[in-house]
């Protein structure tokens, strides 16, 4: 126990509040699913910590062990709210009315899905056309209670429909999908590692992307993956990856982005997301 509480309060006494001096300007927060070894321990050290880090936005996961009602006062207490959390697909489907409560209770502004479920090798058509039609499902039920239903990519809807096309399956679940029922949040990681420049693809569909996980990759890691998954030692500080960030940020303005989280999912999460945070305070 000793060993877990001396890094936490000595980040508890010198942070400070984030201070973005450079161009990139947020709002920026954490997702929660960073400090999930932490939460699974002490719910309280990992809200403290996050407040520690000068975090005043969260987007929190569904397997944080406190009750909605609770970690909304617990966050609000330490002066950080709660925009957007993902949910599972097959619980949405399974009761789509429980998910709606459970966000609002949460106060979100956005409710999203981060998998579509497949069962085949490769991620098709047939995949996009439920998808998109329980998207657009999902969209009206959380719309109708003033939250925004979102997707988070995660790498294998990229594939190209045919071999030789510049159109991706990605590409059709946008056009599938109402624009007023679902937005999209790019995770940076995810959109990068199958081989897509995600300035060129924040481009392609402006005011579509709402949200943004940042998240750098490692360099040298293997690019052109299409199965969503890498290892988690892949995921570095932001700043010290391959990704062009000052590119991709100045971009995600133009387009709209409205909140950025850091989602760092690595073993060395404690010594990451200072290092991620004091980049993002200064890039230009």
Partial sequence: MKCFLLPLLAIATTAS???????????????????RETFKKDPTAALDKTKALGFHYAEVYAGIPLPPDK???????????AIGSHFGYDDLK??????????KAWGLKYAGVAWIPHTTAEFGEADVKKA??????????FKAEGIQFFYHTHGYEFR???????????DMLVKETKPDLVSYEMDVFWTFLPGVDPVKLLAKYPDRWALMH????????????FTGKAPLTDDVPIGTGQIDWPAVLKQAAKSGVKYYFIEDES??????????????????
């Fill in 132 to 141: 998109a039609a329980d998207f657009n499902t999902f969209g009206e039920a």
């Fill in 94 to 103: 399974k009761d789509l009315p429980a998910a709606v409560a459970k966000a």
């Fill in 17 to 35: 509040a984030i201070d973005l001096q450079g161009d990139f300007k947020g709002p920026l927060g954490l997702q929660l699913y960073s400090l």
């Fill in 214 to 225: 940042l998240k750098d990759m490692r360099k040298g890691a293997v690019r052109g993956v």
């Fill in 267 to 284: 073993p060395t999460v404690e010594e990451a997301l200072p290092q991620s945070i004091k980049y993002l305070e200064t890039v230009k």
């Fill in 71 to 81: 970690l909304k006062e617990e966050l609000a207490a330490r002066g950080i709210t």
């Fill in 160 to 170: 190209p429909v045919s071999e030789g096309s510049s159109d991706t399956f990605f």
